[in-house]
């Protein structure tokens, strides 16, 4: 079982659509919870970040984690054709190991 | 802080060869990560240090790979020999405490024919 499991996508949403994002953890000792964005032929950037259960909003992003179904997702409101990229799920478990999901690509069509 | 600093950008190298690659972590930062990226399998965690040792290699792939830290500022990721199945983009990302964000490199894409 890999420790951080995304569905690869592609997902299609069109220009103003809310786009949601999925991302599942293997390990309940997980302590730390990321999203990053990543172009293509860039490196990864941190979008936002999550500790504890509930939702975190941050602008048009929101992060919602749940710690006892081991789930976290992105929710990227009025999506915008520079949201389009590979969206990375991040999990940081007991001593610090930084695990990643192999990412979501989005695209956002005008 | 200029970030996280990896050379070469780019490495093309003939199957055998060593290759050595280079990372420069933000300053103050008591964690690096070594990580590699491939379409098939994603980002992969090869190695982690923290304060410059070691803590877990159980992601570096075979004995081929070695990494190491001499001090804060420096550390190196090489491959002796090299072969085709290495290429790919490694990456190189640290991170200032404990189970916070990990800021990455500009990469390393490495071609080995």
Known sequence: QKEVEQNSGPLSVPEGAIASLNCTYSDRGSQSFFWYRQYSGKSPELIMFIYSNGDKEDGRFTAQLNKASQYVSLLIRDSQPSDSATYLCAVIRSGNQFYFGTGTSLTVIP | ?113
């Open chain 2, 1 to 113: 802080d200029a970030g996280v600093i990896q050379s070469p950008r780019h490495e093309v190298t003939e199957m055998g060869q060593e290759v050595t690659l280079r990372c420069k972590p933000i300053s103050g930062h008591d964690y690096l990560f070594w990580y590699r990226q491939t379409m098939m399998r994603g980002l992969e965690l090869l190695i982690y240090f923290n304060n410059n040792v070691p803590i877990d290699d159980s992601g570096m792939p075979e004995d081929r790979f070695s990494a190491k830290m001499p001090n804060a500022s420096f550390s190196t990721l090489k491959i002796q020999p090299s072969e085709p199945r290495d290429s790919a983009v490694y990456f190189c990302a640290s991170s200032g405490q404990v189970y916070t964000e990990a800021f990455f490199g500009q990469g390393t894409r490495l071609t080995v024919v």
